[in-house]
T-cell receptor, first 118, second 115 residues
């Protein structure tokens, strides 16, 4: 059962453009939403994360927008660069599991393959 | 910090054989996780350890799968009587309890192909 739905499956963006990836969830117990970036042959690496008490978080060119009432969140990559070409996964963790902010049992989305073209 | 190390990187085995993977977490991390990732999907949680104690196992972890972390350092994941459906990337991750900002640090995985 897919608890976190992610779209699109693949995305092609021109260099310098804005890449937008969307995720939606149904489990209202989720209360921590990280995004992971994965390059071919590598494990996922944490990119940026948000908690639902804020509607937006920005780190450099990466911004998470969060809509708690709609149970949706999205990743925006500004000024997209060829080095951003990778697969991006949204994820979620229920608060009841995060004893001491342990991060166990992440539920991942299905991933978005992002390609930035020159 | 040498990162999470997994061995082997690739494993090809015939159906019915047993395989064992090893994970060495970041040295000071006391939590260790196993995830499975199939092609075109996100990683799926399998199990996790806090020190040497296995605290949770997913329903995905059938009785053919067993994970250990005998001394609270490295971990092994064994699959007995492998099936073609076991073909996947097996990811190990570690984190530090009590660090509110500690993310999961993933290794580069072991890719298993069952023929």
């Amino acid at each position: 059962q897919q608890q976190v739905k992610q779209s699109p499956q693949s995305l092609i963006v021109q260099k310098g453009g804005i890449s937008i990836i969307n995720c939606a969830y149904e489990n209202t117990a989720f209360d921590y939403f990280p995004w992971y970036q994965q390059f071919p042959g590598k494990g996922p690496a944490l990119l940026i994360a948000i908690r639902p008490d804020v509607s937006e978080k920005k780190e450099g060119r990466f911004t998470i927008s969060f809509n708690k009432s709609a149970k949706q969140f999205s990743l925006h990559i500004m000024d997209s660069q060829p080095g951003d070409s990778a697969t991006y996964f949204c994820a979620a963790i229920p608060g009841v599991r995060r004893v001491n902010f342990g991060n166990e049992k992440l539920t991942f989305g299905t991933g978005t393959r992002l390609t930035i073209i020159p | 910090d040498t990162g999470v190390s997994q061995d082997p990187r690739h494993k090809i085995t015939k159906r019915g054989q047993n395989v064992t993977f090893r994970c060495d977490p970041i040295s000071e991390h006391n939590r260790l996780y196993w995830y499975r990732q199939t092609l075109g999907q996100g990683p799926e949680f399998l199990t996790y350890f806090q020190n040497e104690a296995q605290l949770e196992k997913s329903r995905l972890l059938s009785d053919r799968f067993s994970a250990e972390r005998p001394k609270g350092s490295f971990s092994t994941l064994e699959i007995q009587r492998t099936e073609q459906g076991d073909s996947a990337m097996y990811l190990c991750a570690s984190s530090l309890e009590m660090d509110i900002n500690s993310p999961l640090h993933f290794g580069n995985g072991t890719r298993l192909t069952v023929t």
